[in-house]
């Protein structure tokens, strides 16, 4: 069992209106997930994960892009939000603000890859997790991480992202179908389990 230990040297509160307080925070991790993203450039890798399926019953593939932020500017000016890749084409999809947006050569686009496939499950947000499941971020949109899922859809598995904020966000799995945002009740979020 590999330990690693993070100090964050940035916490930082502020006291009085002028004091700032340094502050470490020490976590203890038994294992770190096993995945990461890789500059995508129209190959898909050997050890990129899965997501779902098209019409065509072909695998399709997790993506990450930025894209200018078109809301809540003043938080951020770049979003990065998970997304689509298939087969044979060079780029990304992503459903954002309402409609499905798609990477280009200035987007970095990203796919999203792993090391140990036995690892990673598709989980129904009911079930029951073990301690050491945790899901995977796929992005970070208005400031707050969004999780990676996916839901059957028509005689599709469609990949899209989950806010892990629901107090100013839609709950559920929302994706890119055919030119427009879909939102699901029923889905699977893309969790890693190390045994």
Known sequence: MNVLLITFFSVFSVVNSAVLQYRSV???FATVPAYYWRDFNGLIPSDAIKGGKDENGEDTYVAQ?????????AKTKLHTVPGVIKKRSRYAFAPYAGRVIHSNSTTNTKILCISIERYYMWLSPGSTFSPNCRFVIGGNEDGFPMFVGRAKHNK??????IFSDNTNHRT?????????????????????CPS
Do not use: R
């Open 26 to 28: 020490e976590v203890g």
């Open 65 to 73: 892009f930025t894209t200018l932020a078109e809301y809540n500017v």
């Open 156 to 161: 599709e598995v469609v990949v899209g992202k």
């Open 172 to 192: 559920g799995l929302i994706s890119a179908y055919n030119g427009i945002e879909v939102f699901h009740d029923t889905y699977e979020v893309l969790s890693h």
